[in-house]
């Protein structure tokens, strides 16, 4: 039941305030209006409403004087917010109804939206998700990141190849945020440290300014509203006066283009590192902010230095924040005189870290000259800490060693949780990066496995599936998601799995007609949709799907009138810019398709489709409209994943490795209904260790051997026969990541998978018990754990089901 702060409206009364708003926020008349025009007035007609609630929330929070959570990540991958919020607000039909009545179509306003894309991928929309879970579970938080002026590259295909383009959601006016030009503060950096009576003072070089724009995130039904708090980078003095009167116009204007720079990009990095200046510029300005900004709220409350711990619970998203361990010891030392170890020990209290993977290069290391000469008072703290670490554990692990400053042990150290986001990859957080802090401070890693949204991630983007499951075991389940298992009573039941099925096939449809319309690609709907999309990473394989794809076209030739299932192997996803082998495989998968696309022989059997530009409005159309989830990395690298867990929630059946989360949901939905490959993680590390593992398993692969000829040889890049072969031979001579090994077993997993799609009835009912048996992969079900294990934060809503062992 809507929670009684949300009036209850009427379409008519709906459309009168979207009307004011066209009038009087927006300067136009209806007959004027432009399709800007209306989402805009759209948008704030739907955020007026969810301003009450936040009010609320917020007076509520200071009543309580509870502990507040802060959620400090440098990505938040949140996508569009129209559908979001109107849902959350039980409003989606009341909104359609009243533009309907303007005469204006809802879902074309809808697509309209840019996505507010300020993340890379699977980190950043973690964060989203996180959120919105927050907010439904009635936790007080604040997400804290960057308000980027560029989010995420566009992605487009030149002849095959990925080119990038700036992204520039902000030139038309965002919706949903509020600016607070009151709420800002300086960031310092450079300059040196000197001694004033005794103490070390911090004489800067360079001073920004960090200002606040607020975007209300509200939750479901409306119950509670939390705030995302992104900062931007803005200079002391806007502009350089004595410049321009001589003149010098370019001089005038750089403290605000030196300033801007800081918060203009997202760095398109997805576990790479950068060791660029500005990147760890980036990091200190969003951190420090953040910390002056919850300090302060806590002191103009009242607040006791000594009890901090108890009001404020810091969640540093992987590394990237790691500098609030130093930024906050500095504050209290240096501007509340706390002793050192008093300060240390007052900060680890209020700090936990969250681990997103095992990748040693995106391990976060700066050089130490680099980072003392941007930040010389937090290079010493920084050895105060390592002191302290060293004598009261009696750990042998150094924070700053070789000339670099380790920020993964940093956020250790300073960390009294650290978690690992699935429970493979938490084991292996044990003992591998971190083994030996392991030993030094037994207990202090824990496991929180990821989850997703359900309001986003089922209820929103699946209309039909949604309709099904309300009609079939009643409307508590976006907050309770474990109420899907009532669905399993229905898996022998042949009426409802038709119409399960029938749900599929009118997401199949959508997304057909949606492709035809945006690229001319036109789709068989009846095949099966084999969906692979994610950052493109030699981990996770896009490479060995290829191979298989190019392996099954050489056998559908061969035997043109077999029984073939028809497939679409559908991939997408980006390559950071500069990963040059990431780069290769998009062109490759390119080259691949538009031959095997155009072979009269194949074209009804097997098509392969990229769509350009893979974001998260893309991926709600893509799941819904998934027959099979590729879910193939090297066993031991994908930390979690969180696209398995939506496929297998829109009822599309993994293939998959031993890997990740993959581990968890082979366990809730059974083995039977998984189709499992691969080698494990130890066996992967026993497999590196052998000699020319490659070359020998491509030895005892006819099949595979003759792929990698033909890619070799030029057949897919007929303008350039050579362009593959480095690609190929460093498969040979390097196959980091079992690419060689697993690919038989692969193809046979998906010999398998094609049998069992032949039965429709049989895979319909996979299908639906993957639906039935992932509701514990809900991100409510994670956020009451990092609540309960982690920050011991309590809701401040009144209890239902899912929410009784919120701590
Ligand atoms: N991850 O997206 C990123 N970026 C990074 O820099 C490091 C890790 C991903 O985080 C997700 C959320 O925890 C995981 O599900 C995923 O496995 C991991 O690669």
Redesign the pocket.
Known sequence: MPDMSIPPVTPQDFGAEILRHLKHSLGKDESHAALYDWRMSLSLALRDRVVDPWFESTRKTYEARGKRVYYLSM?FLIGRLIEDVAINLGMEEVAQAALAELGQDYAKIVADEPDAAL????????AACFMDSLSTLGIPAYGYGIRYEHGLFEQHFENGAQMETAETWLAQRHAWEFERPEVSYPIHFGGHVDEAEGSPVWHPEETVMASAYDTPVIGWQGRWANTLRLWSAKPITAFDLASFNRGDYMAASAPEALARTISRVLYP????KTGKELRLKQEYFFTSASIQDLLRRFLSEGGDLAELADHVAIQLN?T?PAIAGPELVRLLMDEHGLDVARAISTARRCLAY?N??L?PE?LERWPEELFQSILPRHHRIIQLIEAAHLADSGSAVRIIEHGEVKMGELAFVMAHKVNG??AL?SDLVKETVFADLNRDYPGRIINQT?GITPRRWLYSCNPPLRALINETIGTAWPDDLQQLEGLSAHAGDAAFLDRFQAAKDANKARLADWLKARDGVVLDPAAMFDVQIK?I?EYKRQLMNLLETIALWNEIRENPNGDWTPRVKIFGGKAAPGYVVAKEIIHLINDTAKLINADPATRDLLQIVYPENYNVSMAEILIPAADLSEQI?TAG???????NMKFALNGAPTIGTLD??NVEIRECVGAENFFLFGLTAAEVTARRAEPNYARRAVEASPRLARVLKQIESGVFSPSDKGRYSGLIQGLLDHDYFLVTCDFDSYFEAQRRVDTVFADQAAWTRMAALNTARVGWFSSDRTITGYARDIWTASSLIASRSSRKDVA
Request: hydrophobic letters at 20%; a negative charge.
């Open positions: 990505e993340g890379n991928g699977g980190l950043g929309r973690l990095d997805d576990t790479t992987d990237h969250t997103h993977t990748l995106a986001v699935s990859h990821n950052r990473h990395s690298k994908e930390a979690s994943g969180t696209g990740g989360a």
